[in-house]
Structure formats: C-alpha cells, structure tokens
C-alpha cells in the first residue's frame, strides 16, 4: 500500500512546499505524524547513492516541531534507580500533547533542575521530545508564584534514609546503600 498523501516532487523547493503543506493538514489526519521522507525515486541512482550502515544515502527525514503545551508543575518527587541514582520527577497537571495525557517528565539531575530552574507551583511548557518523551521544554516566568523554592535533591535516600553522595565531577546524586529497598526492586525489574 502507498500513502495517497505521498506526492512525487521535482526540486527542493517542490519538496520544500510539500513539507510545508503537510505540516498544516498534520493536526486533521486520523494517524500521528512526525515529519515526512524524501526519497530518490530512481532506482538506479538509490543504488548508486547506497547506505551509510543501516541508513540509505538516498531517503532524508525531515521532522516537525514538536507540539508544545502549558502546565502547572504541582510536585518534584525522587526517584530512586537501581543504580542508587536519585532522579528528580515532575509531576504536573495532565496536558494533552500530541495525542497523549502527559503528567510527569524526568527532570534528570540537580544540574538540569538548575539550569531550568524548575519549581513546585511553576507554569511549565511542555512537549514530547522526538514526538515520544515527555519534557519540559522551559518555565513561564511571568506566571511564577511569588513564593516559590529553588528545589534540591535532599541530602538522604528518600527510600531508605541513606546519605545522598553527589561525587566531584559527576551529574548524578546517589544512594549509597547497596541494600536500598528502592534500589533492589528497581534492580529486580530491570532483571526481568
């Protein structure tokens, strides 16, 4: 079966305007889009022009924004890995993007915390990264609660009550204890 959006195109200004149009009808097709894929339509010069790895020289992706949408950011949870990393969570009001309901997105390390400057009660945008992980792209500012905390990821394993140790040169904040209930049920599921 053949796409009947799919068009043959002579130029880059052609596939440039097809990109274009496609774009505005994404949101009115009954299926999820995330971009389109030019390809050679000879067969002679695809064989010519071949692969790199698995990656044929000639098909190109070209993808779309992703879409973007605000929420309130209502909590920061840890969670703890089974490597003992402690990794902040939002956990935000439901927001449809892209089709799906997104509630949390990982907020990775105190690094990216920071650098967001991420905090319970924020008016956050968010998208799905790639069209597929959640993220928070940035913080409405403008809409920010007067009293609201930096956060930081605390000094003990939420889980067990363990010291935290962030080592000098490292992102991640860890639980130290290699007996940590969280850290042993999360080692068992990646196990299975």
């Avoid at 069209?131 to 007067?146: A, K, Q, T």
């Amino acid at each position: 079966p053949v796409n009947p959006l799919a068009e043959v195109r002579h130029g880059i200004s052609e596939v440039i305007d097809y990109y274009h149009r496609l774009e505005k009808k994404r949101h009115d097709l009954p299926y999820d889009i995330d971009g389109i894929v030019t390809k050679v339509n000879d067969l002679h010069l695809q064989r010519d022009l071949g692969y790199i790895a698995k990656c044929p020289r000639w098909a190109v992706a070209a993808k779309y924004a992703p879409d973007q949408v605000e929420t309130v950011n209502e909590e920061i949870d840890v969670q703890v890995g089974r490597t003992g990393a402690l990794t902040p969570v939002a956990i935000m009001k439901p927001a449809k993007v892209g089709g799906v309901t997104i509630t949390h997105a990982t907020l990775h390390n105190q690094g990216e915390v920071d650098r967001k400057d991420v905090r319970v009660g924020d008016t956050v945008i968010v998208q799905r990264a790639g069209d597929v992980i959640p993220e928070i792209v940035n913080v409405v500012l403008s809409r920010r609660p007067s009293k609201t905390k930096p956060f930081k990821i605390p000094n003990n394993c939420p889980a067990c009550g363990s010291p935290a140790v962030r080592p000098d040169g490292e992102a991640v904040t860890r639980c130290e204890n290699l007996l940590c209930p969280a850290r042993l049920k999360e080692s068992l599921k990646h196990f299975v």
